[in-house]
């Protein structure tokens, strides 16, 4: 899989764009805003999209994904777990940056833990990480040695968890489990941010600082 990659929004937001050389197959990550810029991203790489897995449901995440859905004519997947917070996210919109926004897009599936996306030869493992919202996955890809995990953990930090849903010590426990038991060496795509390794947070991140490797 050869990953493609645009901040978007006025929250920043990572957006990943998947793709399959070898079926021309695409899943696209996250496409928090500025719909334009992610479909010149699809047209240049010459991908079809056939879906958009989300990491979870927050408004800065799902922005773009009515208008992407609309012209690729993906699916639009998320955790069940994130319904009710799809369903808040036009108000939160309007809250935090005045905007309207709305209906939000239409639930095509679910992503469950422990299910495997396939994509060309690629494989992805969804993984739950909730405590930033219920519903919050994650994307690992084992042969590369790499995972997308939305705003569970940042270079640095970790997701703010005082939103309604939200769990602190839910959280810890989940990166624990998820995240920090997978190599030192893979690579992590957060929602917000740098890019950083499993191995750098271990060490250096101040809420994870010290946890052995299992």
Same mark, same amino acid.
């Given at each position: 899989?050869?990953?493609?990659?645009?901040?978007?929004?006025?929250?920043?937001?990572?957006?990943?764009?998947?793709?399959?050389?070898?079926?021309?197959?695409?899943?696209?990550? #996250?496409?928090?805003? $500025? /719909?334009?810029?992610? @479909? &010149? =991203?699809?047209?240049? %790489?010459?991908?079809?999209?056939?879906?958009?897995?989300?990491?979870?449901?927050?408004?800065?995440?799902?922005?773009?994904?009515?208008?992407?859905?609309?012209?690729?004519?993906?699916?639009?997947?998320?955790?069940?777990?994130?319904?009710?917070?799809?369903?808040?996210?036009?108000?939160?919109?309007?809250?935090?940056?005045?905007?309207?926004?709305?209906?939000?897009?239409?639930? #095509?599936?679910?992503? $469950? /833990?422990?299910?495997? @996306? &396939? =994509?060309?030869?690629? %494989?992805?493992?969804?993984?739950?990480?909730?405590?930033?919202?219920?519903?919050?996955?994650?994307?690992?890809?084992?042969?590369?040695?790499?995972?997308?995990?939305?705003?569970?953990?940042?270079?640095?930090?970790?997701?703010?968890?005082?939103?309604?849903?939200?769990?602190?010590?839910?959280?810890?426990?989940?990166?624990?489990?998820?995240?920090?038991?997978?190599?030192?060496?893979?690579?992590?795509?957060?929602?917000?941010?740098?890019?950083?390794?499993?191995?750098?947070?271990?060490?250096?991140?101040?809420?994870?600082?010290?946890?052995?490797?299992?």
């Amino acid at each position: 899989m050869i990953m493609h990659h645009i901040v978007v929004g006025m929250l920043q937001v990572n957006c990943f764009l998947l793709h399959a050389p070898d079926s021309n197959e695409a899943y696209l990550i #996250d496409p928090g805003d $500025n /719909a334009p810029a992610i @479909l &010149r =991203l699809i047209e240049r %790489v010459g991908a079809k999209v056939t879906r958009i897995i989300n990491t979870h449901a927050h408004f800065d995440h799902v922005l773009a994904a009515p208008e992407v859905k609309a012209a690729t004519g993906a699916g639009f997947y998320l955790h069940e777990a994130e319904l009710p917070v799809l369903g808040w996210a036009a108000e939160a919109a309007a809250s935090w940056l005045g905007l309207k926004w709305g209906p939000p897009p239409t639930v #095509d599936g679910y992503l $469950n /833990a422990g299910d495997e @996306l &396939r =994509l060309g030869a690629g %494989v992805l493992e969804i993984r739950h990480v909730p405590g930033h919202s219920p519903g919050s996955v994650i994307f690992v890809d084992h042969a590369g040695r790499r995972a997308w995990v939305g705003d569970t953990v940042f270079a640095g930090g970790i997701g703010r968890t005082d939103f309604p849903g939200c769990s602190y010590p839910q959280l810890i426990a989940a990166i624990r489990s998820q995240i920090l038991s997978l190599p030192d060496d893979y690579a992590l795509y957060p929602g917000h941010g740098p890019f950083t390794t499993v191995g750098r947070e271990r060490r250096t991140n101040p809420f994870l600082a010290g946890e052995l490797q299992t």
